[in-house]
């Protein structure tokens, strides 16, 4: 608490309510109401794929078991796969609990940056938001070097170039496993999306708090707002996770 | 002012700052470090409990698998995960009733959608035969009466998925 800056234009500066509303808390509801307004939509978007996903689980069970092992393997990654065995896993999510921890972790940055931006403490809000994008940028780092050309490698992908081994498919059928890729490779490809656009928005946020614009730094309802995208899509890895790495025997 | 000098008390700007300083509530770090701790405390918890199998279930009238109980377990603690992210990190528990509505209409419509599973696991009781045996026809059954044309119905094969 002790960073707050006691800045003597501080007490000047108030939140300017736009001609249409009343009050500022009517403002800054419908600020918040608009930006759910575009999650629900987000959650529609997902939802569809969920809904695929669990349709083609339901009736592919055991295949969609075969399938994933292979995402939990982890034996050619140089630190990480002797760690594996130490702990006495054969198999273990482990990429996967990493870029969960990493996006929970970018989710607390978030939250904070958030805070900072109430207290309008600049040095915080753009430290706070220079460690979400950090902890973006490592989340995909971890996706698009080790987990996905990985399945490039061994022809997991789905299409022309599918032909993987009988070792990569743990005894799932190729036709359901190739239905397993296509799925994972779409959830995951359009998180990872949702996670670039972010790291966009971010950037400009930070580059409008660094110039000191009024837009952000008088009122913090925008970074709020931004940050109630980037949980949403937090959120929705949550929900990735378990489906996707964690299927049980 | 572009927006005329009528409507004053619209625009804070000459306003005292506690106008503002009184409508929201900051909130203090420890309530974000524990929901965070909490969080991977949760995440590590699912993948415990995925990797521990379970044994299956007699409940009587059929057998639940024990992966089934995995699954439940999965959801609930994304359930509960989620939960926390919303009610702290994104608000929703701070905020107006107009915004818990939206976000809990997002996630109700979300759970309607697993409605469509109805046509998917009713498919195999299709065709029905009673109604493809029926033909129908647009006139009301009174009507046929009154023209005296008894009701007549194909024979429908058998098809024992009944």
Redesign the interface.
């Known amino acids: 608490m002790a960073s707050i800056v006691h800045d003597p234009h501080e007490s000047e500066m108030v939140v300017h309510v736009h001609h249409q509303y009343e009050n500022i808390d009517q403002q800054n509801e419908s600020y918040i109401v608009g930006m759910w307004c575009f999650l629900v939509t987000e959650i529609m978007f997902f939802g569809a794929l969920f809904l695929m996903y669990t349709i083609y689980r339901w009736n592919y069970q055991m295949d969609f078991y075969g399938a994933h092992l292979e995402l939990s393997q982890n034996p050619e990654t140089p630190i990480v796969g002797p760690v594996v065995k130490a702990l006495g896993y054969s198999e273990f999510p482990l990429w996967g609990a990493i870029n969960t921890t990493v996006l929970l972790f970018s989710s607390f940055t978030m939250v904070l940056a958030v805070r900072a931006a109430q207290l309008r403490v600049k040095k915080d809000v753009l430290k706070y938001l220079m460690g979400t994008i950090t902890c973006a940028a490592i989340f995909l780092v971890i996706k698009f070097t080790f987990e996905w050309p990985i399945k490039f490698q061994h022809k997991l992908v789905p299409g022309a170039n599918f032909g993987p081994e009988a070792s990569h498919l743990h005894g799932a059928s190729p036709r359901a496993a190739e239905l397993f890729y296509s799925l994972y490779f779409a959830m995951t490809g359009l998180h990872a999306a949702h996670i670039v656009a972010g790291i966009g928005v971010l950037l400009a946020l930070v580059v409008l708090w660094m110039k000191g614009a009024k837009s952000v730094t008088e009122d913090y309802v925008p970074t709020e707002m931004i940050g109630l995208y980037w949980h949403f899509v937090d959120l929705v890895w949550i929900f990735l996770f378990p489906l996707f790495y964690l299927i049980p025997k | 002012m572009a927006?005329g000098q009528p409507?004053g008390h619209?625009?804070?700007?000459a306003?005292p700052?506690a106008?503002?300083e009184h409508?929201?509530h900051?909130?203090p770090?420890s309530m974000?470090?524990r929901?965070?701790l909490l969080?991977?405390v949760l995440?590590a918890s699912?993948?415990y409990f995925?990797?521990i199998?379970?044994p299956d279930v007699n409940l009587g009238l059929t057998i639940l698998p024990?992966?089934m109980i995995?699954?439940i377990i999965?959801?609930g603690?994304?359930t509960a995960?989620?939960t926390l992210?919303?009610n702290?990190?994104?608000?929703t528990k701070f905020?107006?009733r107009?915004?818990k509505m939206?976000?809990f209409?997002?996630?109700f419509?979300?759970s309607l959608?697993?409605l469509?599973?109805g046509d998917?696991s009713t498919r195999k009781y299709e065709p029905t035969p009673r109604w493809s045996a029926d033909p129908g026809t647009s006139l009301s059954r009174s009507v046929h009466e009154a023209r005296g044309q008894k009701e007549e119905l194909k024979e429908f094969p058998e098809s024992g998925r009944f």
């Not at chain 2, 619209?10 to 700007?13: E, P």
């Not at chain 2, 702290?88 to 608000?91: A, E, N, S, T, V």
Request: without cysteine.
């Open positions: 927006y409507h619209l625009h804070h700007r306003g700052v106008v503002q409508t929201f900051v909130h770090v974000y470090v929901t965070v969080l991977i995440m699912t993948v995925a990797l199998p379970f024990g992966t995995n699954n999965a959801m603690i994304a995960k989620a992210v919303l702290f990190f994104m608000g905020a107006t107009l915004t939206w976000a209409a997002g996630f419509g979300f959608m697993f469509v599973y998917y």
